[in-house]
């Protein structure tokens, strides 16, 4: 059967927001109209494909956001778009804008929602945009350098004043389910301690002892880095007061490391996915995921994607172990 014509795509972001998405919105709609298909702004997620909340998008409507965080399309999680009623309702709202298909910028749970619309016959092409890189099918999602990036600017900040007071610090950085954030960062931070919900926690091996190593090697000011997913950075404190004595500070450092101009990488690694989601589904590679492989930028059938797993590879803890554990 011959594949139908895409004259006009929706394009839409969705789940938490992740700097370098407006820099992939940017070049959605920049491509499509350099390969003649209109482009539709889709506001607030599967929600606003629900709500028929749209924006027409031409090439000035996407001036100066390369730099910009955030998404000028806004962000929501729609719980709507779990029902089989709220997905009708965003396949009438396809028919009636007359769109031909989806791009959605987001993470895991929003190429969930994208696999259901593409079995109701919209075709979908997924963007992997989360701060937590832990998409399964793509090596690197955009925001988790600028995520970084923040993270370790804050971190710095808190070491100077952790090592005039010769204290300890715990700073909760986020990653519900994930680990790449709070692992990352230890390393180039040069964390005593990453604790990750994908390694079961042994509090003394994995906290005080490695404090206390730090400690006998000479360091006087400690840097516990938590994945929020582990628990509450203040619980953590606690427990390290009530094991060895000491006061630590704890900082949350939350949603600013949602935010901020996108980096070099996400903005680059932004443009490409944004030109290759549009050249997919314009050469019937839709119901595909973008994902980096090794550098290179190739595109994954929805289905397999989404079983596709990826694992924290726990060298890093073994450099981590080597390289950040002697005296600072
Ligand atoms: O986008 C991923 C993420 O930032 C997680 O790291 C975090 O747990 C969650 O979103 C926070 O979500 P919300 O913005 O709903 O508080």
Redesign the pocket.
């Known amino acids: 059967m011959e594949e139908k014509k895409i004259k006009r795509i929706g394009v839409l972001t969705s789940?938490?927001?992740?700097p370098g998405m407006n820099a992939a919105v940017r070049a959605v709609v920049r491509t499509a109209i350099s390969t003649g298909i209109e482009c539709v702004g889709i506001r607030r997620g599967w929600q606003g494909l629900i709500n028929s909340d749209f924006r027409k998008m031409d090439s000035d409507s996407v001036n100066h956001i390369l730099s910009r965080g955030g998404t000028i399309l806004y962000t929501a999680?729609s719980d709507d778009f779990m029902t089989p009623e709220g997905r009708d309702r965003a396949v009438t709202t396809c028919k009636m804008l007359g769109i031909d298909g989806i791009i959605a910028i987001g993470?895991d749970g929003t190429f969930r929602g994208a696999l259901e619309l593409s079995r109701l016959g919209v075709p979908v092409v997924g963007i992997p945009a989360?701060?937590?890189n832990d998409v399964g099918c793509t090596h690197y999602t955009i925001g988790f350098d600028s995520a970084c990036n923040t993270a370790i600017e804050c971190i710095d900040k808190l070491r100077d004043t952790m090592q005039s007071h010769e204290r300890c610090s715990v700073v909760e950085v986020?990653?519900?389910n994930?680990g790449y954030?709070a692992l990352y960062v230890g390393i180039a931070v040069g964390a005593t301690a990453v604790l990750v919900p994908e390694r079961e926690l042994d509090f003394q091996r994995d906290v005080i002892e490695r404090i206390q190593d730090a400690r006998l090697a000479g360091s006087t000011h400690f840097m516990i880095v938590v994945a929020?997913?582990v628990g509450r950075g203040f619980a953590i404190g606690k427990q390290i007061q009530e094991a060895i004595g000491m006061e630590p500070r704890v900082t949350v450092l939350g949603?600013i490391?949602?935010g901020g101009s996108p980096t070099a990488r996400d903005r680059e690694t932004a443009t490409r996915m944004g030109y290759f989601a549009v050249k997919a589904m314009a050469n019937g590679h839709s119901n595909s995921i973008i994902a980096t492989q090794h550098g290179d930028i190739v595109d994954i059938p929805i289905e397999e994607a989404l079983q596709m797993k990826k694992h924290l590879q726990m060298e890093r803890y073994d450099v981590l172990e080597a390289v950040g554990n002697l005296k600072h």
């Open positions: 789940g938490g927001d992740a999680r993470g989360t701060i937590d986020m990653g519900r994930a954030l929020e997913g949603h490391q949602r």
